[in-house]
T-cell receptor, first 108, second 115 residues
């Protein structure tokens, strides 16, 4: 499975932007970059995904480096409900493996 | 778009007993997945299922595990003879579309406790 590297934990103040980094230096040309999050006691929840271009949706933005070896998930205004573990995953066909993710703490 | 529904939400069983966990996705989707998460650990891939056949499975998915879609709707994970280490949350997921490169929608999970 393709590997991703994320910081174990991050903190953010409420209502401030959060930038969650992910390194994936072994990404292949056909791998999509996916982000999921898992709130306490819940199943994983889809956040966003992309291939080469930056992506925006109602939940977040995804900034992908030009060489695709890293990406950043951007939460524009963190809320207390955004406290979760965020997973960066490379997806090629049926392969979909979670790493340990980044545990985001939002400080009121 | 709705996610999947999993039953039971919590099951307690004795070691050595058979357990069946069920997942009810939207019937016209083709790709389904089972994952598990042992308490405090990461989400682990078990198996992917496409068009009524196993597409890929992990090392965890040994002969004690099986999956099927018996009636074209329910998608089940069976553990034949449960062990203590099978205690975990089990998540079912389906593809958002008809392909296998898009997003997955996960259920709320079934908590299995093996005594």
């Amino acid at each position: 499975d393709a590997k991703t590297t994320q910081p174990n934990s991050m903190e953010s103040n409420e209502e401030e932007p959060v930038h969650l980094p992910c390194n994936h230096s072994t990404i292949s040309g056909t791998d999509y970059i996916h982000w999921y999050r898992q709130l306490p006691s819940q199943g994983p929840e889809y956040v966003i995904h992309g291939l080469t271009s930056n992506v925006n949706n109602r939940m977040a933005s995804l900034a992908i480096a030009e060489d695709r070896k890293s990406s950043t998930l951007i939460l524009h205004r963190a809320t207390l409900r955004d406290a979760a573990v965020y997973y960066c995953i490379l997806r090629g066909s049926n392969q979909f493996y979670f790493g340990t993710g980044t545990s985001l703490t939002v400080i009121p | 778009e709705p996610e999947v529904t999993q039953t039971p939400s919590h099951q307690v069983t004795q070691m050595g007993q058979e357990v069946i966990l069920r997942c009810v996705p939207i019937s016209n989707h083709l790709y389904f997945y089972w994952y598990r998460q042992i308490l405090g650990q990461k989400v682990e891939f078990l198996v992917s299922f496409y068009n009524n056949e196993i597409s890929e499975k992990s090392e965890i998915f040994d002969d004690q595990f099986s999956v099927e879609r018996p009636d074209g709707s329910n998608f089940t994970l069976k553990i034949r003879s449960t062990k203590l280490e099978d205690s975990a949350m089990y998540f079912c997921a389906r593809e958002a579309g008809q392909g296998n490169t898009g997003e997955l929608f996960f259920g709320e999970g079934s908590r299995l406790t093996v005594l």
